[in-house]
Protein backbone atom coordinates (compact mmCIF):
# COMPACT_ATOMS: atom_id res chain seq x y z
CA UNK A 1 0.00 0.00 0.00
CA UNK A 2 1.74 3.21 -0.84
CA UNK A 3 1.06 6.09 1.53
CA UNK A 4 1.78 10.06 0.81
CA UNK A 5 4.64 11.15 3.03
CA UNK A 6 2.65 13.41 4.73
CA UNK A 7 0.21 11.07 5.44
CA UNK A 8 2.56 9.17 7.47
CA UNK A 9 4.08 12.13 8.71
CA UNK A 10 0.74 12.95 10.29
CA UNK A 11 -0.24 9.53 11.37
CA UNK A 12 3.31 9.26 13.29
CA UNK A 13 2.22 12.80 14.85
CA UNK A 14 -1.01 11.53 15.78
CA UNK A 15 -0.10 7.73 17.28
CA UNK A 16 2.60 9.90 18.99
CA UNK A 17 0.62 12.45 20.50
CA UNK A 18 -1.91 9.53 21.44
CA UNK A 19 0.83 7.58 23.25
CA UNK A 20 2.09 10.76 24.53
CA UNK A 21 -1.20 11.72 26.38
CA UNK A 22 -2.40 8.31 27.32
CA UNK A 23 1.33 8.35 29.60
CA UNK A 24 0.75 11.28 31.01
CA UNK A 25 -2.90 10.52 32.63
CA UNK A 26 -0.90 7.02 33.33
CA UNK A 27 2.03 8.22 34.97
CA UNK A 28 -0.51 10.89 36.92
CA UNK A 29 -3.41 8.01 37.91
CA UNK A 30 -0.75 5.27 39.12
CA UNK A 31 2.68 6.70 39.82
CA UNK A 32 1.37 10.34 41.45
CA UNK A 33 -2.04 8.96 42.87
CA UNK A 34 -4.26 11.86 41.08
CA UNK A 35 -7.99 10.89 41.58
CA UNK A 36 -10.82 12.76 40.95
CA UNK A 37 -11.79 15.06 43.57
CA UNK A 38 -15.13 13.89 44.90
CA UNK A 39 -14.55 9.67 43.91
CA UNK A 40 -13.48 8.43 47.58
CA UNK A 41 -15.40 9.41 50.23
CA UNK A 42 -19.06 9.12 49.96
CA UNK A 43 -22.11 9.96 52.68
CA UNK A 44 -26.12 9.28 52.91
CA UNK A 45 -27.25 12.68 51.95
CA UNK A 46 -30.27 12.77 53.88
CA UNK A 47 -28.02 11.89 57.01
CA UNK A 48 -25.88 14.90 56.28
CA UNK A 49 -26.58 16.58 59.16
CA UNK A 50 -26.08 13.26 61.94
CA UNK A 51 -22.91 12.30 59.41
CA UNK A 52 -19.40 12.84 61.14
CA UNK A 53 -17.60 15.82 60.45
CA UNK A 54 -20.72 17.56 58.67
CA UNK A 55 -22.98 17.41 62.11
CA UNK A 56 -20.64 20.48 63.29
CA UNK A 57 -19.69 22.51 59.89
CA UNK A 58 -17.56 25.26 60.30
CA UNK A 59 -13.55 25.34 61.61
CA UNK A 60 -12.14 22.53 64.00
CA UNK A 61 -8.74 22.36 64.94
CA UNK A 62 -7.10 19.22 64.55
CA UNK A 63 -4.37 17.25 65.94
CA UNK A 64 -1.78 14.45 64.14
CA UNK A 65 -3.32 15.18 60.69
CA UNK A 66 -1.26 16.82 57.48
CA UNK A 67 -3.22 20.09 58.34
CA UNK A 68 -3.83 21.93 61.04
CA UNK A 69 -7.44 23.09 60.63
CA UNK A 70 -10.79 21.03 59.12
CA UNK A 71 -13.10 23.36 57.48
CA UNK A 72 -16.33 21.40 57.27
CA UNK A 73 -19.20 23.06 55.13
CA UNK A 74 -22.81 21.72 53.96
CA UNK A 75 -24.47 23.17 51.03
CA UNK A 76 -28.25 22.88 49.91
CA UNK A 77 -30.52 25.22 48.24
CA UNK A 78 -29.81 27.87 48.61
CA UNK A 79 -26.71 28.50 51.26
CA UNK A 80 -23.68 27.03 52.50
CA UNK A 81 -23.65 26.24 55.99
CA UNK A 82 -21.34 28.35 58.01
CA UNK A 83 -22.60 31.21 56.04
CA UNK A 84 -18.98 33.06 57.44
CA UNK A 85 -15.97 31.89 58.91
CA UNK A 86 -12.51 33.53 60.07
CA UNK A 87 -9.20 31.50 58.95
CA UNK A 88 -6.31 32.32 60.36
CA UNK A 89 -3.37 33.39 58.29
CA UNK A 90 -0.89 30.96 57.36
CA UNK A 91 -2.69 28.16 58.44
CA UNK A 92 -2.77 24.60 56.48
CA UNK A 93 -6.61 24.04 56.09
CA UNK A 94 -8.44 20.91 54.95
CA UNK A 95 -11.62 21.85 53.05
CA UNK A 96 -14.20 19.10 53.27
CA UNK A 97 -17.72 19.13 51.85
CA UNK A 98 -21.23 17.88 50.87
CA UNK A 99 -24.35 18.69 49.65
CA UNK A 100 -27.65 17.85 51.27
CA UNK A 101 -29.69 17.89 47.83
CA UNK A 102 -28.44 19.01 44.37
CA UNK A 103 -25.52 19.44 42.79
CA UNK A 104 -23.81 22.79 43.52
CA UNK A 105 -20.14 24.51 43.23
CA UNK A 106 -18.12 25.54 45.78
CA UNK A 107 -15.47 28.13 44.07
CA UNK A 108 -13.15 30.39 46.58
CA UNK A 109 -12.90 33.39 44.41
CA UNK A 110 -9.11 34.30 43.55
CA UNK A 111 -8.11 31.15 45.12
CA UNK A 112 -7.91 28.14 43.17
CA UNK A 113 -10.14 26.36 45.36
CA UNK A 114 -13.22 25.05 42.71
CA UNK A 115 -15.41 21.81 43.22
CA UNK A 116 -18.39 20.20 42.76
CA UNK A 117 -20.32 19.11 45.54
CA UNK A 118 -22.74 15.63 44.75
CA UNK A 119 -25.22 14.37 46.58
CA UNK A 120 -23.84 11.35 47.95
CA UNK A 121 -19.98 12.33 48.08
CA UNK A 122 -17.62 14.09 50.00
CA UNK A 123 -15.54 16.82 48.44
CA UNK A 124 -12.21 17.71 49.75
CA UNK A 125 -9.08 19.96 49.47
CA UNK A 126 -6.18 21.11 51.01
CA UNK A 127 -4.99 24.57 51.07
CA UNK A 128 -2.91 27.39 52.67
CA UNK A 129 -4.29 30.85 53.20
CA UNK A 130 -1.49 33.00 52.90
CA UNK A 131 -2.98 36.10 52.01
CA UNK A 132 -5.00 38.00 54.61
CA UNK A 133 -8.62 39.61 53.87
CA UNK A 134 -12.29 38.41 52.36
CA UNK A 135 -12.77 34.97 50.29
CA UNK A 136 -15.39 35.11 48.39
CA UNK A 137 -17.40 31.58 48.33
CA UNK A 138 -19.64 31.16 45.04
CA UNK A 139 -22.10 28.76 43.90
CA UNK A 140 -20.99 28.10 39.80
CA UNK A 141 -23.34 24.89 39.19
CA UNK A 142 -26.74 25.93 37.94
CA UNK A 143 -28.87 24.28 41.28
CA UNK A 144 -32.05 26.33 40.53
CA UNK A 145 -33.88 29.84 40.96
CA UNK A 146 -31.94 31.14 44.19
CA UNK A 147 -28.66 29.69 42.78
CA UNK A 148 -27.17 33.83 42.59
CA UNK A 149 -28.01 34.14 46.34
CA UNK A 150 -26.07 31.06 47.03
CA UNK A 151 -22.62 32.26 48.53
CA UNK A 152 -20.80 32.36 52.13
CA UNK A 153 -17.10 33.97 53.10
CA UNK A 154 -13.89 33.27 54.57
CA UNK A 155 -12.44 35.73 56.06
CA UNK A 156 -8.44 35.36 56.64
CA UNK A 157 -7.49 36.91 59.53
CA UNK A 158 -4.09 37.97 61.72
CU1 LIG B 1 -26.01 26.03 44.49
CU2 LIG B 1 -25.97 27.04 42.33
Not at 17 to 46: D, E, H, M, Q, R
Request: proline share 4%; aromatic share 12%.
Amino acid sequence: MHMHKFEKIWLTFGIGALVFFLSTIGVSAFYLGNKPASCLTTINPVKVDQTKPFNAPGLHKVEEKDWDYELVFVAQTFSFNPAQVKVPLGAKVRVIATTKDVVHGFEVAGTNINMMLEPGFVSEYTTTFNKAGEYLIVCNEYCGAGHHLMSSKIEVVN
